[in-house]
């Protein structure tokens, strides 16, 4: 498989070979059809002092695939040839933050992919556990879409949801104010 790695700040990724590797116990290995370019990825690549980033590290965490090979116990709610998109923001999934699925504010993040796992800038990647990461891409949405959701379309998503009540007090009042300048 194929690696584009960060070696140095700011200058050219170098395309690596590693081998394959098999998938951990609770995890998958997913063969990368698409995979976007975020700002954060700039950042970590820039070599940015808040980015937890490693050296010698693949970014991208904006990734979608097919899922190539599943670990022993990461049960049945995915086959191999799944079409998914990974969830990048991996935490420890059991402290209370993550139990109320509010798992992005977790303190564990240590293995955030694309920033201290190798992220989607290759042929594979290794995710190490499968819950509430690998989700399968529902029918007539296309991948290349699809791998924008775990971070760009969840970002936007969010702003919009958490501005709404504001942005329809805003509207209500231009209505007002036009009701007023018509009479
Ligand atoms: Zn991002
Ligand atoms: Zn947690």
């Not at 395309?15 to 698409?34: E, F, H, Q, R």
């Not at 490693?54 to 079409?83: F, M, R, S």
């Not at 923001?89 to 504010?105: K, T």
């Amino acid at each position: 498989m194929k690696r584009a790695v960060v070696f140095e700040s700011s200058k050219p990724l170098r395309l690596t070979d590693y081998a394959i590797p098999t998938p951990p116990s609770n995890g998958a290995v997913v063969k990368i059809t698409y995979s976007g370019v975020c700002h954060s990825d700039i950042h970590f690549w820039e070599g940015f002092d808040n980015l937890p980033g490693l050296k010698e590290l693949a970014p991208g965490h904006e990734i979608a695939g097919v899922v190539e090979a599943l670990g022993d116990d990461a049960g049945t709610e995915l086959n191999v040839g799944d079409n998914v998109v990974v969830y990048p923001w991996l935490a420890c999934l059991e402290c209370a933050l993550c139990v109320g699925w509010r798992s992005n504010l977790c303190r564990d993040i240590r293995q955030m992919l694309g920033f201290r796992q190798h992220g989607g800038f290759a042929t594979h990647v290794v995710v190490p556990i499968v819950e509430r990461t690998v989700l399968r891409i529902p029918r007539g949405l296309s991948p290349e879409v699809a791998c924008m959701l775990p971070c760009s379309g969840i970002t936007t998503y969010n702003a919009v949801l958490n501005t709404r009540d504001t942005l329809q007090d805003m509207v209500g009042l231009k209505v007002y104010c036009k009701d007023i300048t018509d009479n």
